[in-house]
């Protein structure tokens, strides 16, 4: 035996400033917010973050951890935000909650399913074919009419948010059920990355054939990170749905949804858990600072059409910007900073 | 003999190139065995068969008592095989600790629900792993970076993180692909040094590719050398280095490759 030092063990959890700023954060969102917070805070940026968030976290998982790149995210959204609306039109006796869970699983089904060529594709093809499962979402969706209730215009309306007899239907009680189920799904994803199951999903992406040589079951890791990652994206889908634009409507969930959370992981930060919430931040803050910019500068010519063109602009940018100059995110800018100002000068 | 690994006649082709020509190999337990040959001459070829990535046209390779057409990569660590890669094939995303926990992951019994909620079986679970993780990364003198990244290493330490990764397992059949390549003398002599530590504490059986003569002829106990495809001789390192078809294919070479 070589000669060694006995084996001193530092803890293997994260450094507890992490831990404080988590709670801080967690202090703040339910305490400081509902206090001060407005109605447009809540519509308009805390909600629809939240969701967006809960969202990049679920294609996270399956795209930064596993490896294995999607472009179905809004199906699986869709697919979460249906399977709850009618659950909760045809069995009412169910409570949200219980609701939710099978939403989810619905989406983590369908996931599974949309996985399966995962064991086959790699890639660029793989993105393809999951391409194919947003455009027969959609289809099934406009097809069958009883999904939405045989609404005529495929637009229904979401039911009211109760829980446990309360309320929750106003903008604060919106945001406050999207922040419980954010913070839990979040807690879900944090045990599953530093669990065993979560090595065997960064192994899959690192070295495929390394993984299945040390005994990783290769295609059962891929279809579970698909059927985990589904179930997240699903809840966020009712989230979307149900506590943001409270109808639930196929055109809520097109490609450029599924563009726009790749987006949000790759700007965030790939393989992390912090780059959803950072990337999601980012791109919900940017159309409103872009709005008053425009017009700020411009006045009265800018109109709605400018700002929709400004901001794809200037979302295009900032992704060709971050894939050059810092392809590990908002996640990896925000580490150096806090580096910096940690280490004395 | 026993042998502990037998490769009877295997052949392989990729098209019309034929990597191994009804190569033999027999490797008794707890032998360390080194394989060597010019390049092109399907050393890792035959690693790659004996561990399952290439589907051999003919031949059969028994391991302990289990006898194979092809053997099965995913049952590999179940069978007690471990292997490196000759061009590291680590998780560059994850640490060194959990790099080497993930050697482990063949003995993972706890469900994914015991995982995520912590409940007993998974957390006893995960402290014996971690346990015997950590010892081999002590006795490969890792400790210093068991909290880095696989990746940012220097080039020689992943390649003992590799090393760890295969030994965490307690393998009893150990597959080395150029262990050594690219490192300095030093560097060599330490490594030399872990792999029969390695045979000492759990007695497995070492198949390993290596180009340093002097390295193979001081760690082995036996050689084998392929050349095109084909045996062209085995036995202890002494008989291999007199053996005058080696000299023309294979040392004869090497000696005028470095004198040039």
Known sequence: ?345 | MNAFLAVDAVSLGFGGAVALDSVDLSVAKGEIHAVIGPNGAGKSSLLNAISGLYRPDSGTIRIADDGFSRVPTKRLAELGVARTFQNLALFKGLSVLDTVMAGLVHRQSAGLAAQIFGLPAARREAREHRERAEAVIASLDLADVRDRLAGTLPYGVQKRVELARALVARPRLLLLDEPMAGMTATEKQRMSGYIRAARVSSGTTIVLIEHDIGVVMSLSDRVTVLDHGRRIASGTPAEVQADPAVLAAYLGLAFDEEAA
């Not at chain 1, 059962?220 to 979307?240: D, E, N, P, Q, Y």
């Not at chain 1, 780059?275 to 940017?286: S, T």
């Open chain 1, 1 to 345: 035996m070589a000669t060694t030092s006995s084996p001193v063990a530092p803890p293997l959890r994260r450094p507890s400033a992490n831990r404080v700023g988590l709670v801080l954060l967690l202090v703040l969102a339910y305490g400081l917010v509902p206090l001060v917070g407005t109605s447009y805070l809540y519509e308009a940026i805390l909600t629809p973050f939240l969701a967006l968030s809960l969202a990049a976290l679920g294609l996270n998982l399956l795209t930064g951890y596993a490896g294995q790149l999607s472009l179905g995210s809004s199906a699986f959204m869709a697919l979460g935000a249906y399977a709850a609306f009618n659950l909760s039109l045809r069995l009412p006796v169910l409570p949200l909650p219980v609701t939710l869970v099978l939403a989810g699983l619905v989406s983590a089904l369908a996931g599974l399913i949309a996985g399966l060529p995962a064991l086959r594709l790699r890639g660029f093809y793989l993105a393809v074919s999951t391409l194919a499962v947003q455009f027969f979402v959609a289809w099934v969706l406009n097809r069958f009419g009883w999904l939405s209730n045989d609404s005529p215009s495929g637009v229904v309306s979401a039911p009211p948010l109760v829980i446990a007899g309360l309320s929750f239907e106003d903008a604060r009680g919106r945001y406050l059920v999207s922040l419980t189920v954010v913070s839990l799904l979040t807690l879900f994803a944090w045990r599953l990355v530093a669990s065993p199951t979560g090595r065997s999903f960064v192994a899959v992406r690192d070295n495929e054939t390394a993984a299945r040589v040390i005994g990783v079951e290769v295609a059962r890791t891929k279809l579970l990170a698909f059927a985990l990652s589904s179930f997240i994206v699903g809840i966020a889908g009712v989230l979307w749905a149900f506590a943001y634009l409270r109808t639930v409507e196929p055109a809520g969930f097109n490609l450029d949804r599924s563009f726009q959370i790749l987006f949000i992981v790759i700007i965030g930060g790939l393989g992390t858990l912090r780059g959803a919430f950072l990337g999601a931040g980012l791109i919900v803050v940017l159309p409103l600072l872009l709005s008053r910019l425009g017009a700020a500068l411009l006045g009265d010519g800018f109109d709605s059409g400018t700002l929709e063109m400004g901001q794809r602009i200037a979302l295009g940018g900032l992704i060709v910007a971050f894939l050059i100059r810092e392809p590990a995110g908002l996640v990896a800018l925000l580490d150096r900073a806090v580096r910096r100002v940690r280490r004395p000068a």
